[in-house]
């Protein structure tokens, strides 16, 4: 495996995103945006403050996690079904010196990039709207790709297992969906039964959620168990990520 040709991979996606970007903009930038005004200020009309913070602050830098979370998870599910299955850009990709596992390390760097991309796009959103109180919230943006690549992980994974394209509701509605609403973007997970905060725990949102949030707040210390499990998570879940997608695409 070279990364050399993995980033062939990449640039090869890239080329295709500058082309049909306006339409997965309007996915993954638009929906985020209409939560944040939706809850910010439809429900922050009713709870003012959580911990001392506006509401709407308090829900910001998770609405970040979540659009982080969203863009890997689409692209390595939808987008990488379709490219092996349907276009079939994989056997042309893999025609070339490219092999199968350059081929999968490009998916999971591009779903981490989309990541990047899409929560620096709300990162920017919710400081011009003075919804930050420190630009140390900049420092995030490692966060995202490394958060980015579990996403992309666990999508490659079950992209490797499912049967059809429409087999993904099962992904989105049984997991995304439950992890969306109890990694604490909304409330504090101290307010429900402390099993609920024990699972999210193990949940990659849960972190990325509490970095974002005290990036946002300038208190960097707070983030340093964290980040050693989301380090911990991408060398635990990227090697399944290859060995599945590895007998997907060899059967």
Sequence with gaps: MKIKRAFRVWQRHFTVYTKLYKSSLALNFIEPVMYLVAMGLGLGAFVKEINGVPYIKFIAPGIVASSAMFAAAYECTYGTYVRMTFQKTFDAILATPVNINDLILGELIWGATKSVLYGTII?????LFGLVDSPLIILTIPF?????LIFAGISVI?????PGID?????????????FLFSGIFFPLDSLPPVVEKIAFFTPLYHLVNIMRSFAAGNI???????????????????????????????
């Design 123 to 127: 990162i920017i959103v919710i400081s």
């Design 144 to 148: 995202l790709f490394t958060v980015g």
């Design 158 to 162: 079950f992209t490797a297992l499912v």
């Design 167 to 179: 087999s993904f509701n099962y992904f989105f509605t049984l997991f995304m969906t439950p992890m």
């Design 221 to 251: 210390m707070d983030v340093k168990w964290d980040t050693v499990w989301t380090i911990i998570a991408v060398f635990v879940l990227t090697p399944f990520s290859f060995r599945l997608m590895r007998k997907r695409i060899i059967k």
